[in-house]
């Protein structure tokens, strides 16, 4: 069964860093392009970044570029989102999720259960 | 950026009735386009991808049609666990993007 557990979510303060973390089970973590989604409170899904199975190729949206960033620790079937020079709008629950890996982009067939991320002073 | 606009923003239906869904994409994103459900305080679920083919476990009264900017979700006819947010994604161009979703109510 596949299960993806995130952690690291929290209160920080506007400027300040956080790291989530993301543990993988029941697939073989290496094959598969992984992705954080957000969703700000009561708005809709916003893809974040994501990275590729092997964890060679990395993508984000233009809003993070250069303050955040995307790792894999395939020893670990962990995957990570560095976060820093946070800003209120980057309050969301941040969610995990698992390529379906069709070839091409990105469609998810497992997300985690998300953790909150808030950026207030 | 490939923006995915929905509608409608709300749909108001009963059980059993029919629901259609829309989704138009700002420039063609071919088939690569995908729904997911989501119900409050949940992670989405996928539903459809590749605009009409069904992932594992959707049941058959959810269908998706479309190509290029013109997709369809429906819903032929509504159960009480179809109440939720709709959320169309396109996986043509980086960043994937998301509709802005439509919330189907009673």
């Known amino acids: 069964e596949v299960q993806l557990v995130e952690s690291g979510g929290g209160l920080v303060q506007p400027g300040g860093s956080l790291r989530l973390s993301c543990v993988a089970s029941?697939?073989?973590?290496?094959?598969?392009?992984m992705s954080w989604v957000r969703q700000a409170p009561g708005k809709g899904l916003e893809w974040v970044s994501a990275i590729s199975g092997g964890g060679d190729s990395t993508y984000y949206v233009d809003s993070v570029k250069g303050r955040f960033t995307v790792s894999k620790d395939i020893s670990k079937n962990t995957m990570y989102l560095q976060m820093s020079s946070l800003r209120a709008e980057d309050t969301a629950v941040y969610y995990c999720?698992?390529?379906?890996?069709?070839?091409?982009?990105?469609?998810?067939?497992?997300w985690g259960q998300g953790t909150l991320v808030t950026v207030s002073s | 950026e490939i923006v995915l606009t929905q509608s409608p923003a709300t749909l108001s239906l009963s059980p059993g009735e029919r629901a259609t869904l829309s989704c138009r994409a700002s420039q063609s994103v071919s088939s690569y386009l995908a729904w997911y459900q989501q119900n409050l305080g949940q992670a989405p679920r996928l539903l459809i991808y590749?605009?009409?083919n069904r992932a594992t476990g959707i049941p058959a009264r959810f269908s998706g049609s479309g190509s290029g900017t013109d997709f369809t979700l429906t819903i032929s006819s509504l159960e009480p666990e179809d109440f939720a947010v709709y959320y169309c994604?396109?996986?043509?161009?980086?960043?994937?993007?998301f509709g802005q979703g439509t919330k189907v109510e009673i």
């Open positions: 590749d605009a009409s």
């Open positions: 994604q396109q996986r043509s161009n980086w960043p994937w993007t």
């Open positions: 029941g697939f073989t973590f290496s094959r598969y392009a």
């Open positions: 999720a698992k390529d379906f890996a069709l070839g091409g982009g990105t469609v998810v067939d497992y």
